[in-house]
């Protein structure tokens, strides 16, 4: 299948655009919050529980140094004024602090060190109170503890299912192939995203996961999909995941193919 790339000269509403105008456009204006909205376990959107999420130089933080426990409290901050379907996004990312349970490890705690972007979001306003994750497809961020091998840039599925290799995937989350990140630097990632049918996690010029045939299905499905299972799941918005372990991500840019 032939993409063509449509470099757009129209910013989103509100949005700053790259200086050398190759159709990048920035959904995180560096300063604010404006443009996202935030939907934390158990309770209403965007009620920013204890502060999760902030700003704090030129980055959107999440933090828990205003919680007593994390307490499964999943959150999730989306940029909502547009959705997307077909784009390529950038972002760089850095884990930092000790996890809100004081986990040292991912023996510990499997979310030590663990977040993501969710790509195809559904629409947060229309979440439940209770529900943990968007109906959405899950680029995991994992960090290494200075041990083991450890892998960033994996492929989660709540409310999805996909296509690996030619072959619907039996597992939740699925590893990819990058090498591990077990310090606080900032990491470079990029999607590539082709509607329902084809989306590549790339980090350092290198495509370390692919999957394809994206619908709407296995785990984690809340009501608002039971009857739409197997359906293709074409777009939604992006958003950044509040999991556990503080982490910033930063330049966060799209091009939409």
């Not at 204890?50 to 999730?76: C, L, P, Q």
């Not at 602090?97 to 972007?117: R, T």
């Not at 290198?206 to 296995?218: A, H, L």
């Amino acid at each position: 299948m032939r993409h063509i790339i449509h470099i757009s000269l129209i910013c989103i509403l509100s949005i700053n655009c790259d200086r050398d105008n190759q159709g990048w456009t920035y959904l995180f204006d560096g300063e604010s919050l404006n443009g996202w909205e935030m939907k934390i376990a158990g309770y209403e959107l965007n009620n920013n529980y204890r502060n999760t999420f902030s700003v704090k130089d030129g980055a959107i933080r999440v933090s828990y140094k205003d919680y007593d426990s994390f307490d499964e409290r999943f959150g999730h901050i989306f940029f909502t004024k547009n959705k997307f379907k077909n784009y390529h996004l950038k972002m760089d990312y850095r884990f930092y602090g000790e996890h809100a349970n004081s986990f040292k490890n991912e023996d510990e705690a499997w979310n030590y060190k663990n977040s993501g972007v969710m790509l195809h979001s559904e629409d947060p306003s229309k979440m439940f109170l209770d529900q943990e994750f968007p109906v959405s497809i899950e680029a995991q961020f994992l960090g290494g503890s200075g041990v083991k091998d450890r892998p960033t840039l994996n492929m989660c599925s709540p409310g999805t299912e996909v296509d690996i290799n030619g072959s619907q995937a039996t597992k939740h989350c699925i590893p990819s192939n990058s090498k591990t990140y077990h310090n606080e630097d900032w990491i470079s990632v990029e999607f590539i995203v082709y509607s329902d049918s084809i989306v590549h996690h790339v980090i350092d010029r290198d495509t370390v996961m692919t999957y394809s045939n994206i619908k709407i299905g296995g785990e984690y499905l809340s009501d608002n999909f039971k009857d739409r299972i197997g359906e293709p799941l074409k777009e939604g918005y992006i958003s950044l995941q509040s999991e556990g372990h503080p982490i910033e991500f930063k330049n966060i840019r799209v091009k939409e193919l």
